[in-house]
């Protein structure tokens, strides 16, 4: 089956704009989170939604927000770009019921601030 | 303090041998899980092994085991007959506690395989 889809691959942007990155999870998958990847912080949890609901969030400015909709597939938004949000940008999707609770990522979404 | 640690920032290992990725952790929660992901140049993380905090037995899964201590909160990676492929990016993370999908992962150590 298809794995977890993110879209756009590539970006760049200035400083001062917004960027809406999409993530479409594995058919089934009801469980999506967002990372966020670079050199200085390594990998850092932003937040996590279920069934539409975030239910959890990582320690990030109110910039960083985000939405799941009814299928699944989730969007994370960025408004007044920085510089430091230059990253690459994973998505990972899971099944809740599964014991593991394997997280399934993306190939990520990199994203360059001018 | 780092809830996950791993001391290694790069490992060379030979085609063939075996090689040992570290990694230390650090919760108060009884309920945990553990995981290594292999972050190759495209960025994708795969994942590579789990192992629970309530599992008695080291987990296996084909050329990788973890090698769990619980009592020393340790969760190093053994990789077997390591190949050219395996040159990566190795994370180790953490999920604590039930009903959280968070996880929390380690600065990652970068495999060199040389032929």
């Known amino acids: 089956k298809a794995g977890v889809t993110q879209t756009p691959r590539y970006l760049i942007k200035t400083r001062g704009q917004q960027v809406t990155l999409s993530c479409s999870p594995i058919?089934?998958?009801?469980?999506v989170s967002w990372y966020q990847q670079t050199p200085g912080q390594g990998l850092q949890f932003l937040f996590e939604y279920f069934s539409e609901t975030q239910r959890n969030k990582g320690n990030f400015p109110g910039r960083f927000s985000g939405r799941q909709f009814s299928n699944s597939r989730s969007e994370m938004n960025v408004s007044t770009l920085e510089l430091g949000d230059s990253a690459l940008y994973l998505c990972?999707?899971?099944?809740?019921?599964?014991?593991?609770?394997?997280?399934?990522f993306g190939e990520g979404s990199r994203l360059t601030v001018l | 303090a780092q809830k996950i640690t791993q001391t290694q920032p790069g490992m060379f290992v030979q085609e063939k041998e075996a090689v040992t990725l570290d990694c230390t952790y650090d919760?108060?929660?009884?309920?945990?899980?553990l995981f290594w992901y292999k972050q190759p140049s495209s960025g994708e993380m795969i994942f590579l092994i789990y192992q629970g905090s309530y599992d008695e037995q080291n987990a296996t899964e084909g050329r990788y085991s973890l090698n769990f201590q619980k009592a020393r909160k340790s969760a190093n990676l053994v990789i077997s007959a390591s190949q050219l492929g395996d040159s990566a990016m190795y994370f180790c993370?953490?999920?604590?506690?039930?009903?959280?999908?968070?996880?929390?992962f380690g600065s990652g150590t970068r495999l060199q395989v040389q032929p």
């Open positions: 919760t108060s929660d009884q309920s945990y899980g």
């Open positions: 993370a953490m999920r604590e506690g039930p009903g959280r999908r968070a996880l929390t």
């Open positions: 990972a999707s899971s099944l809740v019921e599964e014991g593991t609770g394997e997280l399934f």
């Open positions: 058919s089934g998958h009801r469980s």
